[in-house]
């Protein structure tokens, strides 16, 4: 009932950046915090960057100063600027929103299928 559809990965030399986009899709009222998950071969899931909806963010160290997140609420839409990116954020990219689909059901945690992040030159 709801989808969360990411795009935007591929390969990149390190230095480089990348856009992610993640729309979500189906029966939705309300979308309070989404994010941005990864993980890389043999590692744990790990939430890179949240924002809340009324626009506060929150980032893992690793990335401050290089990634940012935003959203558009008119198109239930979050996106992630990689800018400056190193091999090691190689990893596949996950986006999450917690969402109401009813006035008589609670917020849920959503995730996408993932789309795949390689840094190497």
């Known amino acids: 009932q709801v989808q969360l559809v990411e795009s935007g990965g591929g390969l990149v030399q390190p230095g480089g950046s990348l856009r992610l986009s993640c729309a979500a899709s189906?029966?939705?009222?309300?979308?309070?915090?989404m994010g941005w998950g990864r993980q890389a071969p043999g590692k744990e899931r790990e939430l890179v960057a949240t924002?809340?909806?009324?626009?506060?963010?929150n980032y893992v160290d690793s990335v401050k100063g290089r990634f940012t997140i935003s959203r558009d609420n008119a198109k239930n839409t979050v996106y992630l600027q990689m800018n400056s990116l190193k091999p090691e954020d190689t990893a596949v990219y996950y986006c999450?929103?917690?969402?109401?689909?009813?006035?008589?059901?609670?917020?849920?945690?959503?995730w996408g299928q993932g789309t795949q992040v390689t840094v190497s030159s």
């Open positions: 999450n929103a917690d969402i109401q689909q009813t006035v008589w059901r609670r917020y849920q945690q959503h």
């Open positions: 189906g029966i939705i009222l309300s979308i309070n915090t």
């Open positions: 924002i809340a909806s009324g626009g506060n963010t």
